[in-house]
C-alpha cells in the first residue's frame, strides 16, 4: 500500500503502479492541502504502507516528520525533488505584502504536465526500489503515462497558441501558477497571503481587471467564491470553476483549458 498527499497524486500512482498498488490519500476530498491535520485512523493506516509520496504541500511541513516517525520502514518519497519552484505570487500593486510572499514557494507544481513528467519519474523510481519484482510492469506503465502526458501537453499548448503573449486572468487561491508558465499565461490572485481580499483591495483589482481587459476568474470548490463572483460582476466576465485538486486529474485538466479557451473569446 502507498500513501500521497493530494487526490492527483494518486492518479499519477495508479498510471504508474496499475493493479499492483493500492493507494491512500491523506487530504480528504474537500478538505484543503494548505491547513490539513491528518485524522488518527490515517495515522494508523500508515503502519501498512510501503512508500509516502510526499508532495511539498504545506500541510506536510508540520506533518511529514510525524508521518515518518509512524513507520520507519515505510519509503517516504519527495516528489517535487529537481522542480524549481517559482515564488507564490500576490496582487502586484499590494508592494509590501509581494515582498514578503516572494519567500513562500508555489506549491501547487501538480498542475502543469511538464512537472508531472518529474513527479512520476521520482515515483516511478521509488516503486522499483520497493518493488524490483515487477520492474517491467512499473516501466511498461510509466512509459504509456508519459505518452499520454505528452498528447496531453500538446492539447493543452494548442487550446493556447495564438491567444497571444500574456494572457491574463484572476483566481481567487492562486493554484495555477505553474499551468500558466507552462502555456504562457500569467494568473492575478485575488486571496492576498491566504486572506480575503479587504474592500479596498477588491476596488482595485476591478481596477485593474477592467484596465487589462481580464474576463475570466478562477474559483475553486476549497475556497469561497464570493470575492471572485463580485469581480466577475464588476467587470462582466465570468467564473470559471477549477478545481486543483481533482481525482481525474487529465480530464480535469483539459476541462480547464477548453473552459478558459472558451471565456477568452
Ligand atoms: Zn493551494
Same mark, same amino acid.
Given at each position: 500500500?502507498? *500513501?500521497?498527499?493530494?487526490?492527483?497524486?494518486?492518479?499519477?500512482?495508479?498510471?504508474?503502479?496499475?493493479?499492483?498498488?493500492?493507494?491512500?490519500? /491523506?487530504?480528504?476530498?474537500? +478538505?484543503?492541502?494548505?491547513?490539513?491535520?491528518?485524522?488518527?485512523?490515517? /495515522?494508523?493506516?500508515? +503502519?501498512?504502507?510501503? #512508500?509516502?509520496?510526499?508532495?511539498?504541500?504545506? *500541510?506536510?511541513?508540520?506533518?511529514?516528520?510525524?508521518?515518518?516517525?509512524?513507520?520507519?520502514?515505510?519509503?517516504?518519497?519527495?516528489?517535487?525533488?529537481?522542480?524549481?519552484?517559482?515564488? /507564490?505570487?500576490?496582487?502586484?500593486?499590494? %508592494?509590501?505584502?509581494?515582498?514578503?510572499?516572494?519567500?513562500?514557494?508555489?506549491?501547487?507544481?501538480?498542475?502543469?504536465?511538464?512537472?508531472?513528467?518529474?513527479?512520476?519519474?521520482?515515483?516511478?523510481?521509488?516503486?522499483?526500489?520497493?518493488?524490483?519484482?515487477?520492474?517491467?510492469?512499473?516501466?511498461?506503465?510509466?512509459?504509456? *503515462?508519459?505518452?499520454?502526458?505528452?498528447?496531453?501537453?500538446?492539447? #493543452?499548448?494548442?487550446?493556447?497558441?495564438?491567444?497571444?503573449?500574456?494572457?491574463?486572468?484572476?483566481?481567487?487561491?492562486?493554484?495555477?501558477?505553474?499551468?500558466?508558465?507552462?502555456?504562457?499565461?500569467?494568473? #492575478?490572485?485575488?486571496?492576498?497571503?491566504?486572506?480575503?481580499?479587504?474592500?479596498?483591495?477588491?476596488?482595485?483589482?476591478?481596477?485593474?481587471?477592467?484596465?487589462?481587459?481580464?474576463?475570466?476568474?478562477?474559483?475553486?470548490?476549497?475556497? %469561497?467564491?464570493?470575492?471572485?463572483?463580485?469581480?466577475?460582476? %464588476?467587470?462582466?466576465?465570468?467564473?470559471?470553476?477549477?478545481?486543483?485538486?481533482?481525482?481525474?486529474?487529465?480530464?480535469?485538466?483539459?476541462?480547464?483549458? %477548453?473552459?478558459?479557451? +472558451?471565456?477568452?473569446?
Amino acid at each position: 500500500m502507498v *500513501f500521497v498527499s493530494i487526490l492527483p497524486q494518486k492518479y499519477f500512482a495508479e498510471k504508474i503502479g496499475g493493479d499492483l498498488v493500492d493507494v491512500s490519500v /491523506m487530504v480528504e476530498p474537500g +478538505a484543503n492541502p494548505h491547513t490539513y491535520e491528518p485524522k488518527p485512523k490515517q /495515522m494508523v493506516a500508515l +503502519a501498512k504502507a510501503n #512508500i509516502y509520496f510526499a508532495i511539498g504541500v504545506p *500541510f506536510e511541513t508540520t506533518w511529514l516528520e510525524k508521518i515518518a516517525a509512524t513507520n520507519p520502514k515505510m519509503l517516504v518519497v519527495h516528489t517535487d525533488a529537481g522542480i524549481k519552484k517559482i515564488p /507564490m505570487k500576490t496582487h502586484h500593486q499590494e %508592494s509590501e505584502l509581494e515582498h514578503d510572499h516572494h519567500s513562500i514557494k508555489d506549491p501547487h507544481v501538480w498542475l502543469s504536465p511538464p512537472l508531472v513528467i518529474t513527479l512520476a519519474g521520482n515515483m516511478l523510481k521509488a516503486f522499483l526500489r520497493v518493488d524490483p519484482a515487477h520492474r517491467s510492469i512499473y516501466e511498461k506503465n510509466y512509459n504509456s *503515462f508519459m505518452k499520454e502526458l505528452v498528447v496531453l501537453d500538446g492539447e #493543452i499548448r494548442a487550446t493556447f497558441k495564438g491567444k497571444g503573449k500574456d494572457v491574463e486572468f484572476m483566481v481567487f487561491h492562486p493554484a495555477w501558477g505553474y499551468f500558466a508558465q507552462a502555456y504562457g499565461l500569467e494568473q #492575478i490572485p485575488i486571496e492576498l497571503e491566504g486572506k480575503q481580499p479587504k474592500a479596498a483591495q477588491l476596488q482595485s483589482l476591478i481596477q485593474y481587471a477592467k484596465e487589462r481587459g481580464i474576463k475570466v476568474i478562477f474559483a475553486q470548490p476549497q475556497f %469561497s467564491r464570493q470575492a471572485a463572483q463580485a469581480i466577475a460582476d %464588476s467587470i462582466g466576465g465570468q467564473i470559471v470553476f477549477a478545481d486543483p485538486l481533482a481525482a481525474d486529474w487529465e480530464r480535469n485538466l483539459r476541462q480547464v483549458a %477548453s473552459k478558459f479557451k +472558451a471565456a477568452l473569446k
